[in-house]
């Protein structure tokens, strides 16, 4: 809706409206694109409900709902499903009030100034950034386990293919010498550095939110340091509390929730 007015916010901070969307949009709209879901796909589709269900910050109602989907897609036999059936589990008409995944986008902190920039993609990043962070907060057990249900997810679903097969590549190079929780969050961080490099300057840019190596020097200033050569460098040691603190589950926004 090109009329929907434009919602004030800070953009040093994130919001659960995006997160709640970013979901609206894969599980209603991109996985709607899959008639049938079966073998790989369907396995994608099990491992990010079940790492949602996991690790998601989320209101009661919306955790309700993932924990009644997972549960119904896990003991779901049989080696394909369709999606009308998985919309039927997710939309959840005859089950009890407390249990919902709000219908529709509310972009927040993933506006764009036009329809077509942001929104999903800035939606979905953001998304499983909270994620690798709550695994590690969390206690998970698997480092690696959000990431690959990321690839996996991007892999069988995400509907910019070039993206998909750019992520893929990435993950090839590097996700299995992620050992630890904090190296997980790491990892995501320095892989969506790549992808705003290389992506700076391109089409996709909302020129209100250049691609800039993330976070800048003004949002973390001890993130920043140079080498004796004058060359940039991470502080590591500081972008990874900066990274846990952004994107932990305490602050996480709610403004402009249903
Ligand atoms: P986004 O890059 O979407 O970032 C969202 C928000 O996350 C930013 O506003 C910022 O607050 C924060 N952020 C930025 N950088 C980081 C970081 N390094 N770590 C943590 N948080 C950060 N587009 C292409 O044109 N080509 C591609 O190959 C491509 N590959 C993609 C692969 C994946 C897996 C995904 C999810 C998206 C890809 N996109 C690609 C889309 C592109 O990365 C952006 O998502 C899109 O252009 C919207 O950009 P944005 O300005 O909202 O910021």
């Not at 698997?142 to 910019?160: I, K, T, W």
């Amino acid at each position: 809706n090109t009329e929907e007015p434009w919602r004030p916010f800070n953009r040093s901070r994130i919001y659960m409206a995006d997160l709640e969307s970013a979901m609206h949009y894969s599980l209603r709209v991109e996985l709607a694109a899959h008639t049938l879901i079966r073998g790989e796909e369907l396995s994608s589709l099990r491992k990010y409900i079940s790492v949602l269900t996991k690790f998601f910050p989320g209101r009661l109602v919306v955790m309700n709902l993932l924990k009644s989907v997972n549960t119904r897609l896990q003991n779901h036999t049989g080696n394909e499903m369709s999606y009308e059936t998985f919309r039927e589990w997710l939309d959840n008409e005859d089950q009890s009030l407390d249990t919902a995944l709000p219908e529709g986008e509310r972009w927040v902190g993933c506006q764009g100034s036009v329809p077509h920039l942001r929104r999903y993609p800035c939606g979905i990043w953001t998304l499983f950034h909270v994620l690798t962070v709550q695994a590690k907060n969390t206690g998970g057990t698997d480092p690696q386990e959000v990431l690959s249900a990321m690839r996996n997810y991007v892999h069988s679903f995400f509907g910019c293919r070039d993206c998909a097969e750019h992520f893929q590549t990435m993950a090839t190079e590097s996700l299995s010498e992620v050992n630890t929780f904090s190296a997980a969050v790491l990892w995501l961080w320095s892989r969506h550095n790549r992808v705003n490099n290389r992506v700076a300057g391109a089409l996709s840019e909302d020129p209100n939110f250049p691609k800039i190596q993330w976070p800048s020097p003004e949002m973390c200033p001890g993130c920043h340091s140079l080498k004796e050569n004058g060359e940039h460098r991470w502080v590591q040691d500081q972008v990874l509390p900066f990274l846990l603190a952004h994107f932990s589950s305490s602050s996480i926004l709610t403004d402009y929730l249903e």
